[in-house]
């Protein structure tokens, strides 16, 4: 399977619905993008991203802690 947003091989499952064989949510570990298996992918050329586009993206920033916790 190929990630529908940069190309790369490199997708594996994030998780399944719950019940039955409903769904499954895929991730791309190359650009982070994320489907799930029944929807129809339709990305624009404006969003589709190569490997120079990649290289010059910031850091995705962390998520803070959550208050209180």
């Not at 993008?33 to 589709?48: A, G, L, M, Q, V």
């Amino acid at each position: 399977m190929k990630c529908p947003r940069c190309d790369s091989e490199k997708v594996r499952v994030m998780t399944k619905s719950p019940v039955g064989n409903a769904w499954e949510v895929y991730v791309c570990d190359k650009c982070i993008y994320s489907w799930r298996s029944t929807e129809e992918i339709k990305i624009s050329s404006t969003f589709r991203l190569d490997d120079k586009k990649i290289a010059e993206m910031g850091e995705i920033p962390p998520v803070p802690p959550l208050k209180g916790a």
